[in-house]
């Protein structure tokens, strides 16, 4: 099978060139100027091609939280949002510290068959910080990585052996950076608005604190390790002094990171609850700045489905998160591109190669013989989000209203097209 997309902007590691690309199979055959085929053919002009999108930190719930997301619903949503690749957390029932649950979502993976899934499985059996998982045996199943993710792991030597084993099978650690003892029950960001509000408060030390502790941890043992969805000033600026040293320190932030301030959650809106918490203009404007200069390697969602009822609580007892997938790309566009931050080409590096490098995962680039996962976007065009229009289970996001640039067109994964026409 064929499929042509002709005059569109394609955005090549070198920077955006006017090309059309030829797919055979699930494979780039060609891409040249004015390719010309008899078979199915989309019209991209005025649009830009971009290579798959590639989200390394996202919830599907599935298995056993499927009134918040499944792996159907989220798949949806995932191409939806433009990416044809996504690594899922492990914190579902049962939880992902096992071969068989790695197993599960693969096979759901391929039932569905929307966007690639990478599982993710746990450092410690049942995120209780207290017992490595069966590492080795989930990477044998498929697992790219492995997490705690929306835990800290408190204990700093479980933390040193996860590390050590996940090296050992060559996969890295995602570290959800929190010290939940300093957090002690807060829900919002520690400061001004916090002492407005009433509400409890978490020190960015809660965060930092553990950012720190993991760098020493890779660096006193000469490993890798990834920060997850960095979002202190201080935390930005503990990972550029370590990368500066030559410590093998990767590092993530959300959207909502560098879009938001905690002026926010004066509404009291549970949607604007997350961990960790955004915080202020300094740590959005050092988020930003830790983007454009490199400390922050990617861009990822945390995408955080919610179900009505874990959200229409008071704020203290809602769940944290947001759902992003949906509206990351466009969000992103907005707020660092078109606002001059950073060039196209930095942005989809941030939302395609870097991730993919961070995982180890084919994709992320456009060229002769790569893999056709594929993304066209029409960037001038102009709409207000709505989360009624989410393919996603969870309508959870802070961002209902707001105008962005930057839609999704059409989702091409493997040659195949998964999300548009
Ligand atoms: O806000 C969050 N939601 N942060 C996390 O670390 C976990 C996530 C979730 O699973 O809902
Ligand atoms: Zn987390
Ligand atoms: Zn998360």
Known sequence: MKLLIKNGTVVLPQGEKKLDVLIEDNKILSLDKNINENCKTIDASGKHVLPGLIDIHVHLREPGFEGKEDIQSGSKAAV??????????PNTNPVCDNAVVVTYIKHREKEV????????????????????????????????????????????????LGMEYASSFSVKCLCHCE???????????????????????????AEDIMIARDIALAESLNLTVHICHVSTYSGVEIIRSAKARGVKVTAETCPHYFILTDDIITTFDTFTKVNPP???????????KGLKDGTLDCIVTDHAPHSAKDKEVEYNLAAFGMSGIET?????????????????????????????EIVDIKGGEIFKGAVADLTIVDLNEKYLIDSKNF?????????NGYEVYGKVLYTIVDGEVKFGG
Do not use: W
């Open 391 to 399: 393919y996603s289970k969870g309508k959870n996001t802070p961002f």
């Open 179 to 205: 010290d939940i003892n300093l957090v002690n029950g807060g829900v919002v960001n520690e400061g001004y608005n916090s002492t407005l509000t009433g509400l409890k408060g978490s020190l960015r030390a």
């Open 278 to 288: 955004v915080r202020e203009e300094i740590d959005r404007q050092a988020i930003i």
């Open 113 to 160: 068959n929307l966007c690639k899934i990478h599982p993710i499985g746990a450092i410690t059996k049942g995120l209780e910080g207290q017992t490595l998982a069966d590492i080795g045996k989930m990477v044998q199943a498929g697992a790219v990585a492995i997490s705690d993710d929306g835990r800290g792991v408190m204990d700093s030597n479980i933390m040193r």
């Open 328 to 356: 990351s790309f466009a969000l992103s566009y907005t707020y660092l591109v078109k606002s001059g931050i950073l060039t196209l080409s930095e942005l989809v590096n941030k939302m395609s190669k870097a991730p993919a």
């Open 80 to 89: 939806a949002g433009g990416f044809t690749q996504v690594c899922c957390m």
